[in-house]
């Protein structure tokens, strides 16, 4: 993997690297300890344990013969944190912006799957503490362990060092992922079951027609159907992602037929 540095100047140095699949045969990388990754990130833990306990999956406390404190509570505690840290960070960012663009934009945000992305971009899986039946079937690639890993760490790092560290560490990953969330503020799924409403098509259906590759880097094709007809497909790294390609393609492909009612400005209202 090669990877480069994007320095925030302020709170964290974001990790910037060319993705290269996973196969069986990829070079196997050592657990990163907390106290490496907490120097790595710039967090300043005063408390080590702490940050230790937020890396610390039930799959792993379950097989210490100790007892060892597994990742939840710091799960639940960071999850309330972040909703209000993105909630006030899209207020603050975005003064113009009305009411209900703010709430979709925090519950992207904050939903599992972008979660997951912020942790792949710290490289947060491979200091996660796993069992070894997590581990060995690529848990730390998954996005359910990693947005979930991610939320504990906000929570850790709000109880050692209090909510501006949190702010501090981050902006950067919010104004990163901006321009992204800004694109998909309007939801294809939702913009496309208005517009086939309105055109008296009924309502969209999405079938699952094919699934790829193993458990933890799965694929899914994502079929569009319209008054009976197929309108759209779409790929993602889950049903939903791939809905909404889907939905996007089949958007694109209406608003662009010859006998449709809408202008090219109401189009461009439509982000299309």
Request: proline content about 4%.
């Amino acid at each position: 993997m090669d990877r480069y540095f994007l320095t925030t100047g302020r709170g964290i140095s974001l990790p910037e690297f060319r993705e290269v699949p996973v196969t069986p045969n990829s070079p196997k990388r050592e657990m990163e300890p907390a106290s490496s990754l907490n120097e790595r990130l710039g967090l300043s833990f005063s408390n080590v344990s702490l940050l230790t306990r937020a890396l610390t999956h039930r799959s792993y406390a379950n097989e210490q013969f100790e007892g060892v404190e597994d990742n939840e509570r710091l799960e639940f505690l960071g999850d309330a944190v972040l909703d209000f840290i993105v909630g006030e960070w899209a207020y603050n960012r975005f003064p113009e912006m009305p009411e209900g663009d703010l709430t979709k934009i925090r519950s992207s945000l904050v939903r599992n799957e972008r979660l997951a992305e912020f942790s792949r971009r710290l490289e947060l899986g491979f200091a996660l503490r796993l069992g070894r039946g997590e581990k060995s079937s690529g848990g730390h690639l998954r996005d359910n362990l990693l947005g979930s890993a991610f939320e504990a760490l906000i929570g850790a790092l709000y109880l050692d060092s209090g909510l501006e560290a949190v702010k501090r560490f981050m902006q950067p990953l919010l104004e990163w992922m901006s321009p992204s969330i800004l694109d998909e503020l309007h939801d294809p799924k939702s913009q496309l079951q208005e517009i086939t409403q309105s055109l008296k098509l009924g309502t969209p259906h999405y079938r699952v027609i094919n699934t790829s590759g193993p458990d933890h880097a799965r694929m899914y094709e994502v079929e569009v159907e319209i008054a009976s007809e197929v309108k759209g497909r779409g790929t993602g790294s889950s049903k939903s992602a791939a809905e909404h390609a889907g939905a996007k393609d089949a958007l694109e492909k209406i608003l662009n037929t010859k006998d449709t009612k809408y202008t090219k400005e109401e189009k461009k209202d439509l982000n299309l």
